[in-house]
């Protein structure tokens, strides 16, 4: 199958676990002689000559001669032999790679400095920090003994590696000859561990036209994936959940959706039907127009911002007070283990207000994120930490609506997003969002009576399912 056919139904961060090491080594590397000395030597690597051959041949005086030969002897480089002709020794020979090449002298050279290396298959990374943060994403284990024995393992990988870390660019060897030839290294110093950070790659989960899952992609960053590939697919096991189609069919009934299910094919989603009907969508004024992957995907996002900004247009005409703008998470596993999610929160909250001089308040962008309830540290501490420039706008809310499974970014009166988060962990290795855009206003009515309901809902008396501002919930210790 053409790989450009492919389409991404889901985007995840993992966060590999990389080591910084303060490296100290020796290398060798080849050096140019002078230039009497060099074409001293050159001349007798083509025939060993005596001293006045040599002396016609280069226009010597004696005492130039003699101070010439007097300092390639000493340096081991000349003798002379029994017939009284000068010759290269083993050691001068030891400086060509052929006949009429250029003489070079091994040079050892002490240098060092700071590297990076992953700690799955120990590919250098470089020798930049990453910058990254431990959240969002799905965090890959490695082995406690790899950790614990990383020194040893960066050593001996820097040794393995060490033509491609130069060749990369991530150790510069400086040399002042034109082609100082290649260095290899001669003794390997300390190695000292200073510090961890992750590394963040994202992985795009595809399937082709047909809706069958394809194979992961390598990562561009790393020479080697295959220990990476298998911490991936371990750590896509632990965050998925049981099917639960009969469940999103349910919600579909809830929301009176009759469209979103004819997508479906015998292994996900037809994705040429898709792809018409949300051609087709877009051309009936936005009344339904389906999508694949989360919400926050570059594609998806840029679908709904587009019809976001004709109903903000609307809104700013008729604006008496700022409606609230509601995103319910759902309860997956694998939603928001991007970057991408906090970003797109963040438009969300620029968009709110209007830009000139006199600013309006359009709407008051509330993002509820589902928790077990107000003990749950797990839940609430994520949250907390992957939403931290944003905490103001990000609520605690039970969850449980709708199962879960859906996700419904909602401006009532005039705009909703629904997703649905399909669960087939026999087939489809992460759960696969897929809903639509709506600006009709029974749609809107539906979704927004449904999402308000829950809101408002108490779980038991004096407890309800909205559990405030994400920032104010105290857990007790």
Request: glycine share 6%.
């Given at each position: 199958?053409?790989?450009?056919?492919?389409?991404?139904?889901?985007?995840?961060?993992?966060?590999?676990?990389?080591?910084?090491?303060?490296?100290?080594?020796?290398?060798?590397?080849?050096?140019?002689?002078?230039?009497?000395?060099?074409?001293?030597?050159?001349?007798?690597?083509?025939?060993?000559?005596?001293?006045?051959?040599?002396?016609?041949?280069?226009?010597?005086?004696?005492?130039?001669?003699?101070?010439?030969?007097?300092?390639?002897?000493?340096?081991g480089d000349l003798a002379f032999s029994e017939s009284g002709k000068i010759e290269?020794?083993?050691?001068?020979?030891?400086?060509?790679?052929?006949?009429?090449?250029?003489?070079?002298?091994?040079?050892?050279?002490?240098?060092?400095?700071?590297?990076?290396?992953?700690?799955?298959?120990?590919?250098?990374?470089?020798?930049?920090?990453?910058?990254?943060?431990?959240?969002?994403?799905?965090?890959?284990?490695?082995?406690?003994?790899?950790?614990?024995?990383?020194?040893?393992?960066?050593?001996?990988?820097?040794?393995?590696?060490?033509?491609?870390?130069?060749?990369?660019?991530?150790?510069?060897?400086?040399?002042?000859?034109?082609?100082?030839?290649?260095?290899?290294?001669?003794?390997?110093?300390?190695?000292?561990?200073?510090?961890?950070?992750?590394?963040?790659?994202?992985?795009?989960?595809?399937?082709?036209?047909?809706?069958?899952?394809?194979?992961?992609?390598?990562?561009?960053?790393?020479?080697?994936?295959?220990?990476?590939?298998?911490?991936?697919?371990?750590?896509?096991?632990?965050?998925?959940?049981?099917?639960?189609?009969?469940?999103?069919?349910?919600?579909?009934?809830?929301?009176?959706?009759?469209?979103?299910?004819?997508?479906?094919?015998?292994?996900?989603?037809?994705?040429?039907?898709?792809?018409?009907?949300?051609?087709?969508?877009?051309?009936?004024?936005?009344?339904?127009?389906?999508?694949?992957?989360?919400?926050?995907?570059?594609?998806?996002?840029?679908?709904?911002?587009?019809?976001?900004?004709?109903?903000?247009?609307?809104?700013?005409?008729?604006?008496?007070?700022?409606?609230?703008?509601?995103?319910?998470?759902?309860?997956?596993?694998?939603?928001?283990?991007?970057?991408?999610?906090?970003?797109?929160?963040?438009?969300?909250?620029?968009?709110?207000?209007?830009?000139?001089?006199?600013?309006?308040?359009?709407?008051?962008?509330?993002?509820?994120?589902?928790?077990?309830?107000?003990?749950?540290?797990?839940?609430?501490?994520?949250?907390?930490?992957?939403?931290?420039?944003?905490?103001?706008?990000v609520f605690g809310l039970v969850e449980g609506f709708l199962d879960g499974n859906?996700?419904v970014l909602l401006l009532p009166g005039y705009m909703a997003v629904v997703s649905?988060?399909?669960?087939?962990?026999?087939?489809?290795?992460?759960?696969?969002?897929?809903?639509?855009?709506?600006?009709?206003?029974?749609?809107?009515?539906?979704?927004?009576?449904?999402?308000?309901?829950?809101?408002?809902?108490?779980?038991?008396?004096?407890?309800?399912?909205?559990?405030?501002?994400?920032?104010?919930?105290?857990?007790?210790?």
């Open positions: 199958m053409n790989k450009e056919l492919n389409v991404a139904y889901h985007e995840v961060d993992f966060l590999l676990p990389a080591h910084r090491f303060n490296i100290q080594f020796s290398y060798v590397t080849k050096k140019g002689l002078p230039f009497v000395r060099e074409f001293v030597l050159r001349l007798i690597h083509i025939s060993p000559m005596s001293p006045v051959e040599i002396a016609t041949y280069f226009g010597l005086s004696k005492r130039e001669l003699d101070e010439a030969l007097t300092d390639l002897v000493e340096k290269l020794t083993s050691k001068s020979r030891g400086y060509f790679v052929g006949l009429g090449s250029t003489p070079m002298v091994s040079l050892l050279v002490e240098s060092g400095g700071i590297f990076a290396f992953e700690l799955a298959s120990f590919n250098c990374l470089g020798r930049k920090r990453t910058n990254e943060k431990w959240a969002p994403g799905l965090r890959l284990d490695v082995a406690n003994e790899t950790v614990a024995n990383s020194e040893q393992l960066a050593k001996k990988k820097f040794q393995e590696q060490f033509h491609k870390i130069q060749e990369k660019g991530f150790w510069e060897h400086k040399s002042s000859e034109e082609k100082p030839g290649r260095p290899s290294i001669y003794t390997m110093g300390a190695v000292e561990k200073l510090g961890q950070e992750p590394m963040r790659l994202t992985c795009y989960l595809s399937i082709d036209p047909d809706g069958v899952p394809v194979e992961r992609s390598d990562f561009d960053a790393l020479d080697n994936s295959s220990i990476v590939q298998e911490l991936i697919t371990d750590a896509i096991v632990s965050s998925q959940k049981p099917m639960n189609l009969k469940q999103v069919a349910h919600a579909m009934a809830a929301l009176e959706d009759d469209e979103t299910k004819t997508l479906f094919n015998e292994y996900s989603i037809n994705v040429p039907l898709l792809l018409d009907l949300q051609q087709s969508g877009k051309l009936n004024d936005g009344a339904w127009i389906p999508f694949l992957g989360p919400l926050y995907s570059q594609a998806n996002w840029q679908l709904i911002v587009d019809y976001l900004e004709i109903q903000l247009d609307a809104i700013e005409k008729t604006v008496d007070r700022a409606e609230e703008m509601l995103w319910i998470a759902p309860s997956d596993g694998y939603w928001g283990q991007s970057v991408r999610t906090a970003s797109v929160f963040s438009e969300l909250i620029d968009r709110s207000i209007t830009k000139g001089k006199t600013s309006v308040k359009l709407y008051d962008p509330k993002l509820y994120l589902p928790v077990r309830d107000s003990e749950d540290k797990q839940a609430i501490g994520r949250w907390k930490q992957e939403f931290s420039e944003q905490n103001k706008g859906v996700e649905y988060h399909i669960s087939k962990p026999e087939s489809l290795p992460v759960s696969l969002p897929v809903g639509y855009v709506t600006t009709d206003k029974n749609r809107v009515e539906v979704v927004t009576k449904l999402v308000k309901d829950y809101l408002n809902g108490m779980i038991s008396f004096n407890n309800p399912r909205n559990l405030g501002p994400l920032e104010k919930i105290e857990i007790k210790r």
